[in-house]
C-alpha cells in the first residue's frame, strides 16, 4: 500500500496548489505538527498553512488578557520551509475594547509579519442545547459598542478580524462589515449552517434561511468566506457523523450549498479550509480535500487557483 492509499483514498489532482486556510496545532498528542505533516505528505500539494487559534501554549504568568500572546510565539516556533504557519491568527478578547491595541500590538512584536489578525468566535443561539461559542459571546456580540471599539483596533493595524457564528447571526456581521468597511472579516466555517439542537429536524428550512443571510451579507465586499467545518458536529445530520464517509458522499452531500456559498461571494473572497483536526472524526484529510475538489470539477483553472490557493494567499498576505 502506497502512503498516499493509506488513508483509504489517493489524492486527487495531486498537482493543483493548497493554502490550507485554517487549521489548528498544539504542542501536544492531540493534533501537533509531526500530526500535521504527515497529513499533508499523503499526495495534496499543500504549499502554506494558515495557523487559527485554539488556546495552544498560551503564557502561564503575566495580566490574563496578554496571555494568548503565548499562542503567537509558540506558532512562530513551528515555521519552517515546508510553508507550515506561514500566517498566524491568535485571540484578542475584543470585550477589551481600545485596550485591545495593546494585546494586538504585542501579537505582532511576537509574530512579526506571519501575524495576520485574530479570531474571537461569537457563535450563539437561544436553544440550549445548540453548540455556542467556547468564549461565551452572549447574544448581539458584534453589535456591542464595546466589542466594535476592539475590532476598530484590528482594523487600525490593517489586520484581519475572523469569527464562526450560525447562520442566524449573519446579519449582525453585515452590520458590523457597514459600520467598519475598512476592517477585513473572515467568516469561518461556511457561515455556521447548523445540524443540531431545533434545527435537526429541518435541515431544509434552515438551508433556507442560510441562504438567504449568506446573499444579504455577500453584499459587503470587506467580507471574505471560509469553505469548510463540514464535518463539524453542529453542522451535519446525525446519520452522516455515522462514518467514516468517502469523498463521493460528502461532495454531493454538501455541493449545493459549497457551490451556492462560492457563487454568491465570488471566488476571490471564497477558499477552502479543513479545520483540522477537529473534522476528522468524519473524515481524514486526503477525503476532505479530495471532496473539495470533486466539487470545484466544474469550476474554469481561474475559479479552482483562487478557491484553492489565490484567495487564502491574498487575504493573508502569504
Known amino acids: 500500500m502506497t502512503t498516499q492509499q493509506a488513508y483509504g483514498e489517493t489524492a486527487i489532482g495531486p498537482d493543483?496548489?493548497?493554502?490550507?486556510?485554517?487549521?489548528?496545532?498544539?504542542?501536544?498528542?492531540?493534533?501537533?505538527?509531526?500530526?500535521?505533516?504527515?497529513?499533508?505528505?499523503?499526495?495534496?500539494?499543500?504549499?502554506?498553512?494558515?495557523?487559527?487559534?485554539?488556546?495552544?501554549?498560551?503564557?502561564?504568568?503575566?495580566?490574563?488578557?496578554?496571555?494568548?500572546?503565548?499562542?503567537?510565539?509558540?506558532?512562530?516556533?513551528?515555521?519552517?520551509?515546508?510553508?507550515?504557519?506561514?500566517?498566524?491568527?491568535?485571540?484578542?478578547?475584543?470585550?477589551?475594547?481600545?485596550?485591545a491595541g495593546e494585546v494586538l500590538d504585542a501579537h505582532l512584536e511576537a509574530g512579526g509579519s506571519s501575524f495576520k489578525g485574530i479570531r474571537h468566535n461569537v457563535a450563539w443561539d437561544r436553544h440550549p442545547d445548540t453548540n455556542n461559542a467556547l468564549r461565551g459571546a452572549p447574544e448581539f456580540a458584534l453589535l456591542d459598542p464595546v466589542f466594535q471599539a476592539g475590532t476598530a483596533e484590528v482594523a487600525k493595524r490593517g489586520l484581519i478580524f475572523e469569527t464562526w457564528l450560525y447562520f442566524n447571526q449573519l446579519s449582525d456581521m453585515k452590520k458590523l462589515a457597514q459600520a467598519q468597511?475598512?476592517?477585513?472579516?473572515?467568516?469561518?466555517?461556511?457561515?455556521?449552517?447548523?445540524?443540531?439542537?431545533?434545527?435537526?429536524?429541518?435541515?431544509?428550512?434552515?438551508?433556507?434561511?442560510?441562504?438567504?443571510?449568506?446573499?444579504d451579507l455577500a453584499e459587503a465586499p470587506n467580507v471574505y468566506l471560509k469553505i469548510g467545518g463540514i464535518g463539524y458536529k453542529s453542522f451535519v445530520e446525525q446519520s452522516v457523523l455515522d462514518g467514516p464517509r468517502s469523498s463521493e458522499f460528502l461532495a454531493e452531500y454538501w455541493k449545493p450549498e459549497i457551490c451556492f456559498a462560492i457563487e454568491t461571494?465570488?471566488?476571490?473572497?471564497?477558499?477552502?479550509?479543513?479545520?483540522?483536526?477537529?473534522?476528522?472524526?468524519?473524515?481524514?484529510?486526503?477525503?476532505?480535500?479530495?471532496?473539495?475538489?470533486?466539487?470545484?470539477?466544474?469550476?474554469?483553472?481561474?475559479?479552482?487557483?483562487?478557491?484553492?490557493?489565490?484567495?487564502?494567499?491574498?487575504?493573508?498576505?502569504?
Open 16 to 99: 493543483i496548489p493548497i493554502v490550507e486556510a485554517h487549521h489548528h496545532m498544539w504542542p501536544s498528542d492531540r493534533y501537533n505538527r509531526a500530526d500535521l505533516e504527515r497529513d499533508i505528505s499523503q499526495g495534496h500539494r499543500v504549499i502554506k498553512t494558515v495557523f487559527i487559534d485554539c488556546s495552544a501554549s498560551y503564557r502561564t504568568d503575566g495580566p490574563d488578557y496578554l496571555k494568548p500572546v503565548g499562542e503567537t510565539e509558540w506558532a512562530v516556533s513551528q515555521q519552517g520551509p515546508d510553508g507550515i504557519c506561514a500566517g498566524i491568527v491568535g485571540h484578542v478578547d475584543m470585550y477589551l475594547g481600545s485596550q
Open 265 to 318: 461571494f465570488g471566488p476571490e473572497r471564497s477558499m477552502f479550509e479543513t479545520n483540522y483536526p477537529e473534522d476528522r472524526h468524519l473524515t481524514d484529510f486526503v477525503v476532505l480535500w479530495n471532496t473539495y475538489k470533486r466539487i470545484a470539477d466544474d469550476f474554469s483553472a481561474d475559479e479552482r487557483s483562487w478557491v484553492f490557493e489565490k484567495a487564502a494567499s491574498s487575504v493573508y498576505g502569504i
Open 181 to 215: 468597511p475598512d476592517l477585513r472579516i473572515v467568516l469561518n466555517h461556511l457561515g455556521g449552517p447548523a445540524c443540531n439542537g431545533p434545527y435537526a429536524a429541518d435541515r431544509p428550512g434552515m438551508l433556507a434561511e442560510w441562504r438567504r443571510n449568506m446573499a
